[in-house]
């Protein structure tokens, strides 16, 4: 009888203690914590959680909304807000001009394409042709200037005759491959070869 009503004792105290501590799962734990703000909390006690990943994202919001990019993009990578914060800062060097900055640390940025577009129109510009073609070759600026190159040297090779004429179109054939006088480079080799 005694150890009975010992019994019904601690489980009545088990259960009221547990209804006030609110014994909750680990689940709900993790919300309320969510739902308070507490967002390292969660991260700290259920870190393998779906919650612990929101609340990731959630610390990475608020670091993208007080402007600390750096450090979402190192701390949050995997975060939404990380590659906001990637964009943010691509946007800050291109605006700086800091096109050479950008390309290294953003290559995969649109901004990236537009920066090296700058920089070949820049080059253009000054007539550095040959740094252009080196450097950007694949910009509406570079591929104007291999095709003008091409365009001159095909017809020059037109011009020559024999060995010397089969040369040249060998030639532009290897250093403009991307290019109009490309196509008719190996046409009019062709027709020299079959003479």
């Not at 009545?12 to 547990?18: E, I, R």
């Not at 612990?52 to 939404?80: H, N």
Request: hydrophobic share 40%.
């Amino acid at each position: 009888m005694f150890s009975r009503r010992l019994i019904s004792t601690v489980i009545l105290s088990l259960f009221a203690t547990m209804w006030l501590v609110g014994c909750q799962g680990p689940d709900a734990q993790a919300q309320k914590l969510f739902a308070d703000h507490k967002y390292q909390e969660v991260i700290d006690k259920f870190p393998d959680s779906q919650m612990a990943r929101r609340a990731r994202s959630m610390i990475a919001e608020e670091l993208l909304g007080a402007g600390k990019y750096q450090e979402v993009i190192e701390k949050y990578p995997d975060t939404r807000a990380a590659m906001m914060a990637k964009d943010e800062k691509a946007r800050a060097l291109f605006n700086e001009k800091k096109y050479d900055d950008l390309i290294a640390q953003f290559p995969n940025s649109p901004l990236a394409n537009d920066a090296k577009n700058m920089q070949a129109e820049e080059l253009y510009n000054k007539g550095a042709f040959d740094e252009l073609i080196a450097k950007f070759p694949k910009t509406p600026k570079g591929k104007e200037v291999l095709e003008a190159r091409a365009t001159a040297e095909f017809d020059a090779a037109k011009k020559m005759k024999g060995d010397k004429q089969i040369a040249a179109l060998e030639s532009i054939m290897r250093a403009y491959t991307e290019t109009a006088a490309y196509k008719d480079a190996a046409n009019l080799l062709r027709e020299v070869r079959k003479k």
